[in-house]
């Protein structure tokens, strides 16, 4: 199978968790879309608690939500909030809204964030990273802006589909062996919707979510493949 066999899909079918900053289904720019789940987390007592809510607190959700939808635009989306204004995320809200995802058959979840490496971090990430696992949830991570080689969670587990960002043509994505970050897409001087507009950004977390895009609609073409299996396909179908 090459990138050409999926040039045609569109991701229908295939659901893609955003655990972002939210998602503002009101900007013009994601006219239509309905999320199947837009929940934050908030304190209930010493447990977390999903809630409904509306919006993003800051843009970056509702970019990745247009990046995904502008190469898979029949994939459902749902809005899990972990991040603040300062695109910033405490590790127990992720691990709870993670698990929340993969709870409700997700069969993506993009993570256009990473956690440093220290060691305090591994085994809360892990945990969750381990569950996505068993339930054939895949995992797209972005990783740090300044340094691929730095330890950052989820990504540098090896079930993790972790991307950095290149200056290559928007449609396609590049496989680098040899490093915990294989994969590469385009993320310099992107224009998205954002909070108030519009906004040209450069980062990885730009560039994940095309590699999302593409997962689903490979996992249109083949509903329930493995992690591994995935995670190959999308090595031997990267531009050379």
């Not at 340094?147 to 079930?159: A, D, K, L, M, Y």
């Not at 449609?171 to 062996?177: E, F, I, K, Q, S």
Request: neutral net charge; charged residues 20%; hydrophobic residues 40%.
């Amino acid at each position: 199978m090459t990138c050409q066999d999926l040039q045609h899909l569109t991701g229908k079918g295939v659901r893609i968790a955003v655990l972002d900053s939210g998602i503002d289904t009101t900007h013009p720019a994601l006219q239509g879309l309905r999320l199947t789940d837009d929940v934050s987390f908030e304190r209930d007592g010493p447990f977390l608690k999903a809630v409904e809510t509306t919006g993003d607190v800051i843009g970056h959700g509702t970019a990745i939500a247009w990046i995904i939808r502008s190469l898979a635009p029949e994939a459902e989306i749902g809005s899990f909030r972990v991040l603040d204004g300062d695109l910033r995320g405490r590790t127990t809200i992720i691990w709870e809204a993670a698990r929340l995802a993969v709870q409700r058959d997700y069969h993506i979840l993009n993570c256009s964030f990473g956690s440093p490496g220290e060691a305090r971090f591994v085994m809360p990430y892990k945990e969750w990273t381990d569950e996505a696992y068993l339930r054939r949830a895949h995992i797209v991570a972005a990783c740090s802006n300044e340094n691929s080689n730095q330890r950052e969670w989820p990504g540098w587990f090896p079930t993790v589909l972790t991307v950095n960002l290149a200056d290559m043509p928007a449609d396609t994505w590049n496989h680098r062996p040899g490093s915990m970050v294989e994969f590469l897409a385009h993320g310099f001087n992107v224009r998205v919707p954002w909070q108030g507009g519009w906004k040209v950004v450069t980062g990885s977390s730009f560039a994940a979510p095309r590699v999302t895009a593409w997962l689903a609609r490979l996992l249109q073409a083949h509903p329930g493949i493995t992690i591994e299996t995935a995670k190959q396909m999308m090595r031997e179908m990267a531009a050379r």
